[in-house]
């Protein structure tokens, strides 16, 4: 992992200073917002959030923001204004700026279990800790003692893995564990838009979760992979942002980067 003075990330820079295109690829939890407790209350940094504005408002920036909520619960929290592109649900859904949504098909045996899980863990006290998302179920850890926490998960490991006959996966993080449909993830959302915009476009991916290298490895070859946390960890990203400081310092560079371009472009 590297630092923001390293040599390949200037020549990334350079990159994102010449090209027609340019991809920023951006995780939501942890990323643009700080975590919180109230998972449901956690919108995003607005320093974070006033720079991505920007950077979309440049004609050769194409933002798109990969993340496990729902993609039409991430548009609320994002608020009023311009929004990116959103891929939600780990890859499961896809909302396009101009309101255009496609989302994978949840069976009905599926969904009939995972209505059951929902009712299961609220019986069991674990309300608070539950997340229902379009396409399965999240455990959230947060605040939890240790303990307590890594007591959920191993239940839920449990419970949750003669499921995979329906075509869901458990899905963990740094603080929970998930229930969903599979057949996707967050590199899938990559690998497709990265498909769309063709061979020369330059593009990057910022994130800090485990579902994130999944990210990462999809974009090696391509673009660069930042893991965004207070302290670095094994990687598949290419250099490690210590929010907020750096973050912001990589998304400054990157509007005034592409900012340079249009500029140029326009005179």
Request: hydrophobic share 40%; aromatic share 8%.
């Amino acid at each position: 992992m590297r630092l923001l003075t390293a040599p390949e990330v200037e020549s990334f820079f350079d990159r994102v200073r010449g090209a027609d295109t340019a991809v920023l690829f951006l995780d939501y939890d942890g990323t643009l917002a700080p975590f919180s407790e109230q998972r449901q209350e956690s919108p995003p940094d607005p320093a974070v959030l006033r720079l991505v504005r920007a950077i979309l408002e440049l004609p050769s920036s194409r933002v798109v923001l990969v993340s496990g909520r729902g993609a039409r619960t991430l548009a609320a929290l994002l608020g009023a204004g311009r929004r990116p592109e959103i891929w939600g649900s780990h890859g499961l859904e896809r909302l396009r700026p101009n309101g255009a949504y496609e989302s994978a098909v949840l069976p009905a045996e599926a969904r009939r279990l995972l209505l059951e899980e929902e009712a299961w863990w609220e019986r069991r006290g674990w309300r608070r800790r539950l997340d229902v998302k379009p396409l399965g179920i999240v455990l959230d850890g947060r605040g939890l003692p240790a303990e307590s926490a890594r007591g959920m998960r191993q239940d839920a490991r449990t419970r949750w893995r003669p499921f995979a006959r329906l075509g869901l996966v458990v899905q963990e993080s740094e603080h929970g564990i998930e229930l969903r449909l599979g057949g996707r993830d967050k590199g899938t959302a990559v690998r497709t838009v990265l498909s769309e915009v063709g061979d020369r476009a330059v593009a990057a991916y910022l994130g800090d979760d485990w579902a994130d290298e999944e990210g990462f490895r999809a974009i090696q070859g391509r673009g660069i992979g930042a893991l965004v946390r207070e302290s670095p960890r094994v990687t598949a990203a290419d250099l490690w942002l210590r929010p907020p400081g750096d973050l912001l310092e990589f998304l400054r560079r990157w509007r005034d980067g592409a900012g340079a371009q249009a500029a140029a472009s326009w005179a």
